[in-house]
């Protein structure tokens, strides 16, 4: 079966242009996770799905960023007023229930802010 | 205190050798236990998973769990130059549902 799918492979984008990057789960998953991995760094966790609701915020960087998922399925992950901080790797990943199942990565959206 | 903690490393080991990796966790509730492996530019894959304490084995892979000790280890017996990669350990916090990674420790196996 398909795993988890992420569009855009790179983006580049002008300091100060909103972008957002798009995160298609395996099917039937119901969790669904962002992280954020800058170079040589590990993972930093921005935001988690169950379903359509988001229970967890807690490490979204600012209000800058924001999430969303619709149909219990497709994710966006929107940067405003983008900053070359925000120059990373972000993952996707989805699990079939909460925290205790196996996480499933997707390949990540390059994100380049110059 | 870090809720998961592992040696940044790197750990070299000669080809052929047994790789022991070692992560600690801080949350006594945590029910699973997680090992990825990511190469270089590439994005975290599974190598194991273990919710019982003791051995879990799969091929050269062997997680080892200690719930009172609370720590989670893996080893790779007959380290390949593919094994170069930085592992990635993540542990379930019970009580907040979430998954959290340690920062991963890079293992380079000398040819």
């Known amino acids: 079966g398909a795993g988890v799918s992420q569009s855009p492979s790179n983006k580049v984008t002008e300091k100060g242009k909103d972008v957002e990057l798009r995160c298609d789960p395996i099917?039937?998953?119901?969790?669904l996770y962002w992280y954020r991995q800058s170079l040589g760094q590990g993972l930093e966790f921005l935001i988690y799905?169950?379903?359509?609701?988001?229970?967890?915020k807690s490490g979204l960087p600012s209000d800058r960023f924001s999430a969303e998922r619709t149909g219990g399925s497709v994710s966006t992950l929107t940067i405003q007023r983008t900053q070359q901080e925000d120059s990373a790797v972000y993952l996707c990943?989805?699990?079939?229930?909460?925290?205790?199942?196996?996480?499933?990565f997707g390949p990540g959206t390059r994100l380049t802010v110059l | 205190q870090k809720e998961v903690e592992q040696n940044s490393g790197p750990l070299s080991v000669p080809e052929g050798a047994i790789a022991s990796l070692n992560c600690t966790y801080s949350?006594?509730?945590?029910?699973?236990f997680f090992w990825y492996r990511q190469y270089s530019g590439k994005s975290p894959e599974l190598i194991m998973s273990?919710?019982?304490?003791g051995d879990k084995e799969d091929g050269r892979f062997t997680a080892q769990l200690n719930k009172a000790s609370q720590y989670v280890s893996l080893l790779i017996r007959d380290s390949q130059p593919s094994d170069s990669a930085t592992y990635l350990c993540?542990?379930?916090?019970?009580?907040?549902?979430?998954?959290?990674f340690g920062k991963g420790t890079r293992l380079h196996i000398l040819p």
């Open positions: 990943a989805s699990s079939v229930g909460g925290s205790a199942d196996t996480q499933y």
């Open positions: 099917s039937g998953h119901t969790a």
């Open positions: 799905f169950q379903g359509n609701s988001a229970p967890d």
């Open positions: 949350d006594r509730g945590s029910q699973s």
């Open positions: 273990i919710y019982s304490n």
């Open positions: 993540a542990v379930n916090i019970w009580r907040d549902d979430k998954i959290i």
